[in-house]
T-cell receptor, first 112, second 112 residues
């Protein structure tokens, strides 16, 4: 069953702690993305990766970090430097940068 | 920076009414255009896309969209909505085979 998995679905952390969100795809896609979805603001791009061992900052990268050591995995770390981390985070993948993106179910992060 | 605007944030319609959701984007070179839909409790999924050719594109579930280059618009239409069309709709633009930009979304409520 091909697709994108994100875990966990809900995540709670204390302020000041780093937290890593998981994203795995078995679609054999080269490109992967992380978005943040806030009410009334749509999806905003955090980071994206065209290929293994390479990634680029999106529009709101401050306070986040990523790695792309394997084609199928693109974990996102929300660091303590992120001023407003409570949000819904979506991971996506596509065959190429301009191709249709396929989305995971999302992780809702709440920082207390 | 590029931007995508969806002016209707919340639309309420009765079943069988016609739908048109607006999407405008800023100039930025070559564009590929998409509409995504997020049904309650489900992943974001592709509704339709335009890369080139006939500017009137048809998607799933009777939706269509028209690309009007001179107006920088890619409006979504459906002649007769159903209760099952209740969802949030996102317009997305890929500029120059690079990053995607998403609109803020339109929540559609269809009353049975």
């Amino acid at each position: 069953d091909g697709g994108i998995t994100q875990s966990p679905k809900y995540l709670f952390r204390k302020e000041g702690q780093n937290v890593t969100l998981s994203c795995e795809q078995n679609l054999n896609h080269d490109a992967m993305y992380w978005y943040r979805q806030d009410p009334g603001q749509g999806l905003r791009l955090i980071y994206y990766s065209q290929i293994v061992n390479d990634f680029q900052k999106g529009d709101i990268a401050e306070g986040y970090s990523v790695s792309r050591e394997k084609k199928e995995s693109f974990p996102l770390t929300v660091t303590s430097a992120q001023k407003n981390p409570t949000a819904f985070y979506l991971c996506a993948s596509s065959g190429g940068l301009s191709d249709t993106q396929y989305f995971g179910p999302g992780t809702r992060l709440t920082v207390l | 920076a590029q931007s995508v605007s969806q002016h209707n944030h919340h639309v309420i319609l009765s079943e069988a009414a016609s739908l048109e959701l607006g999407c405008n984007y800023s100039y930025g070179g070559t564009v590929n255009l998409f509409w995504y839909v997020q049904y309650p409790g489900q992943h974001l999924q592709l509704l339709l896309k335009y890369f080139s050719g006939d500017p009137l594109v048809k998607g799933i579930k009777g939706f269509e969209a028209e690309f009007i280059k001179s107006k920088f618009s890619f409006n979504l239409r459906k002649p007769s909505v159903q209760w099952s069309d209740t969802a949030e709709y996102f317009c997305a633009v890929n500029y120059n085979f690079n990053k995607f930009y998403f609109g803020s979304g339109t929540k559609l409520n269809v009353k049975p």
